[in-house]
């Protein structure tokens, strides 16, 4: 654990990073808490997750081997306050509320990073990030066990299960890039076959390490010179990874699967913009849920950030 956070540490913000390296004038990096949870369709607790996931930060070794370095305090980390949600908001009030933190976050170029709450926040991320950034476009990577490509679930287009159908509606979505997808219905099937121009999707064998391996060679060649925005439901991961999740699904992505995804994002895409992370729900009495998914957004913010790898 580094010095300064030693003898000054933030028990509020990510990492509990303390002054000057979470001063919001300053920062590269802003994370926003969005503790959303509205359309959960099987376990609960999503909206816990944010929390779960700063108090987690707090016990994070900032020192990172591959980079030699501690990159947190060269970047620096600024934690908002979590947006607040009364009961029974409607769902475009939320996710306009949503777009207007993000917005004012890009606005500024910082790289953010949005604490789910349920994956229906997705939208209304991305579109903060367009309204702060129009007339450009992003592809989107897509980390998930479910291929959230319904048009409706329940009768609600807004569902946590049509997030990326969301997505490739809004105009500034270029193309869709998905990975450890292992459970979909007949339509979301469909809807893959029929638009190969749009969404490319990686099941999770099939991201399995062997030497036929192709997906790195053609991530990186679809994201050269592109603008990305990367979205990552925590049940992508196989839950011996991450067993804190609504709706968890066997045989997920590996560690370093995801981790290596991260990496062929910032070696090949112009920029990444941001991200936002959903869908934890921790577990009482089984708190390396939340520890596992805050160290691994540490690992991938100083991966995909702009220069954030760069040696100290």
Request: hydrophobic share 45%; with cysteine; aromatic share 8%.
């Amino acid at each position: 654990m580094a010095e300064e956070r030693e003898t000054g540490w933030d028990p509020g913000s990510f990492l509990g990073l303390a002054m000057p390296y979470c001063d919001c004038r300053t920062a590269g990096a802003v994370v926003i808490p969005a503790p959303y949870e509205a359309t959960v369709s099987y376990g609960a607790g999503a909206g816990k997750g944010p929390a779960g996931i700063l108090g987690a930060s707090r016990q994070i070794e900032l020192y990172d081997r591959e980079l030699d370095s501690e990159p947190a305090l060269r970047y620096g980390i600024h934690t908002e306050p979590p947006l607040a949600f009364a009961q029974g908001e409607a769902a475009g009030a939320v996710l306009g509320r949503i777009a207007a933190r993000v917005a004012a976050a890009a606005e500024k170029r910082r790289f953010f990073l949005v604490l789910g709450g349920e994956h229906g926040i997705s939208p209304g991320v991305f579109a903060g990030l367009v309204r702060a950034r129009p007339n450009e476009r992003f592809d989107i990577v897509h980390l998930d066990a479910h291929a959230d490509l319904r048009d409706s679930y329940e009768g609600n287009p807004r569902s946590h299960a049509c997030a990326a159908r969301r997505l490739l509606d809004n105009p500034a979505c270029g193309f869709l890039w998905q990975f450890g997808i292992r459970s979909l219905c007949a339509g979301e099937a469909a809807f893959i076959r029929k638009n190969p121009q749009r969404v490319r999707t990686w099941f999770a064998e099939e991201t399995i390490p062997h030497p036929d391996a192709d997906w790195r060679r053609e991530l990186a060649k679809g994201l050269a010179g592109k603008k990305v925005f990367l979205t990552f439901d925590v049940d992508a991961l196989d839950p011996a990874v991450v067993p804190g999740t609504g709706t968890p699904e066997p045989d997920g992505l590996a560690w370093r699967t995801a981790l290596e995804i991260c990496r062929v994002v910032a070696d090949s895409a112009a920029e990444t913009a941001g991200m936002d992370a959903v869908e934890a729900a921790p577990v009482p009495g089984l708190h390396y849920s939340e520890f596992n998914i805050a160290k691994l957004l540490y690992l991938m913010m100083s991966r995909l950030m702009p220069g954030a790898a760069a040696s100290s």
